[in-house]
């Protein structure tokens, strides 16, 4: 019987340990449990539409772009073919926020799923380089925790958006705090703007942190080129 108590209060004093470990950690850093659930999830990242290599170009779209004179009309042209041709939980590109030195490739969709792979991209609004409103979440306390730091992205920041048609920089003009039911955010404004979205504060679904960038230079890649 003392043997039993004595391995009963060890088993309760490891667990107590590790509840506390995992509680700081996420304190400070993020879930444990769930960053590896993600790093799992990024392996089977479906990433043919990342290069062209992977995924090419299908002989009506290469006679399409042959038409467009401009680098403007051929991104945009790819930009909604992209669109139309990726799936949920594929990869779509990749996004560089040099003020929280966060580095993460982006997947199409924002359902649970997506979003444990990374930022997910809103598939209701558009692609970049479409001059609409393009809508990206992600998490910040869970799933490696790419917007963690969101808050700390500061008016005239840059982000970078790297699609495999172009390359799209956007500064950063505002941060807002929002209800969740605040979809007024995803609409279009009548020029191309990037809005990054995550759960506020810290541990809560209470409210959600906005930020709003609006494009500032394009660089096209691949089929976008003249």
Known sequence: MRRLLRDTSLVLIISGVLLLADAGVTLLWQEPLTAVIALIE???????FLSYSQAPLSAVDRKALAALH?????VTYLARQERRAVKTGDAIGT??????????????????????????HYPETAFPGMGQTVAIAGHRTTYLAPFRHLDSVKPGDQIVLTMRYARFTYRVELSKIVNPTAWWVTR???????????????????????????????????????
Do not use: H, W
């Open 42 to 48: 990024r392996g089977q990242i479906d990433k043919r």
């Open 70 to 74: 401009t680098v403007n009309a051929r």
């Open 188 to 226: 279009n404004v009548g020029y191309e703007r990037l809005v990054l979205s995550a759960c506020n504060p810290l541990y809560s679904a209470a409210q959600r942190i906005v930020v709003f960038a609006r494009l500032i230079g394009i660089e096209p890649l691949g089929p976008g080129l003249l």
């Open 95 to 120: 996004m560089s926020i040099p003020r929280i030195s966060a580095n993460y490739t982006v997947v199409q969709g924002t359902d649970t799923t997506s979003l444990q792979k990374g930022p997910g």
